[in-house]
């Protein structure tokens, strides 16, 4: 029978050029091709690596460190087959040894139209990710505290599996939810649209979002606020509408943590739990 079907599949392929493309294939790619140290750049992902002056990141001939291939290369087989194929069609998956201040753990960059070919996409990933103990719940505190630091004490207490992979799978599909969302090569997911809980989506901010800017409305929930209470940030956790604080920020950080959360639940991540002083765990 399957022998049948694999004939039949062939037949269809060589008949007609554009079905042949229809046929599913399991592509097959190795993320170790993909990762290299981002050689020094005047410039960062955070300043657009100088927009109309633009300098391409380039791998530098630094070998990665064997531990830092060893997790991402981990993290890539834990990651189910779309986002596999996500991370594939990356130019380059960077570790970034900038130090810089304030540097973002993690950054996902994509060529404007005026920007070398306009079509190649990048992620990176800190160095500062291996020169501290980080875990998935270490780095989801971390956010959570920044966004929320009228909260003390708020946590993201237990997850399991809990470690340095899930935390740079974790990393990797936040910065390409950004990628791709602003150039429209969306993941096949079937997890969010702008108009779910969105009251509109105005014209997207410049191209490096700042961490923490918000800049939407929403339709049920009083709208991000730096200053929010315990009992707001329970609220936000407690509704079911939100995938994290982070997501409450904009459609945009939304889109990010909508498919970075149903990718890590298909990628084994089997729960997280969130603590808030004077309310009960949620996970
Ligand atoms: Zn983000």
Known sequence: MRANALVALAAIAMATGAEAADVPRVRICSI????????????????????????EPQPSKTPVNPVYRQDVVAAFNIAPQDFKDALCALNQVFID?????????????????NQGTGRKRFVGLSERV???????????????????????????????????VMAILSLLVHELGHVAYRTGARIPRECFTDTDSWRSVPQRPARFVRFGLAWAKHKLDPDYSQTMDAAALYQVHASG??????????????????????VLVDAGLRSLQVEIPGYQGLD
């Open 32 to 55: 170790e091709t993909k990762l290299a140290m981002l050689a020094p750049n005047p410039y960062t992902a955070s300043n657009n690596f100088g927009g109309n002056n633009y300098v």
């Open 97 to 113: 040894p900038n130090p810089g201040d304030g540097a973002p753990l993690g950054w996902g960059f994509w060529e404007g139209r």
């Open 241 to 262: 509408r939100w995938a994290s604080l982070f997501s409450f920020l904009s459609p945009e950080e939304d889109f990010a943590e909508t498919l970075k959360i149903s």
């Open 130 to 164: 291996w020169q501290q103990p980080f875990n998935l719940t270490s780095l989801e505190s971390g956010i959570l505290t920044a966004l929320a630091p009228r909260v003390r004490n708020a946590r993201y207490s237990s997850a399991f599996p809990d470690d340095r």
